[in-house]
């Protein structure tokens, strides 16, 4: 029953974006992979870098210099025709209870090493902080374009 719902739904959102834009497999440029760069439609490379966390807190000045810097660095290859940098960012707050687990596993260890049973009181510690993180990812993706798609973009 569940799954005659679920597939109803989805050739009925499937209709709809076929009805008013486009089919939903026509959204996704991604071609290939080759030596670990995805390659789109248009032969363009992309790769994709995670950033991790920050280990102070940034203030109005410090995000000021980190974006003066960054723009500096950057100015040069990307003033040049042919790459463009998409950042990506993520809240999922349903994927906090994995990496709390993660992080709370040395203190496991730690904890087994020396005899101590608090394997309970670290379980709820780990569901109490859960109630009130989020784990939040950000991604650089820099594309390496090709020509006929920047002649698109300069054309448009």
Known sequence: MLD??????????????EAFAAPVHSYCRLETVDNGVLV????????LMRLEGSLVHVGEKEYAGIIAGLTEKLQSTLSKPGHVLQVVFEYDPESSGERIAGLLEPSRLTAKNLGLHI??????????????????????VPWKTCARWIWKAYAA
Not at 4 to 17: I, P, T
Not at 119 to 140: F, K, M, S, V
Request: aromatic content about 4%; proline content about 2%; overall charge negative.
């Open 4 to 17: 005659m719902l679920v597939n109803g739904v989805d050739r009925g959102v499937r209709a709809l974006s």
């Open 40 to 47: 789109a439609d248009d032969g363009s490379l992309i790769s």
């Open 119 to 140: 394997g309970p009181l670290l379980e709820d510690w780990g569901h109490a902080l859960q109630r009130y993180c989020a784990l939040e990812t950000c991604r650089i």
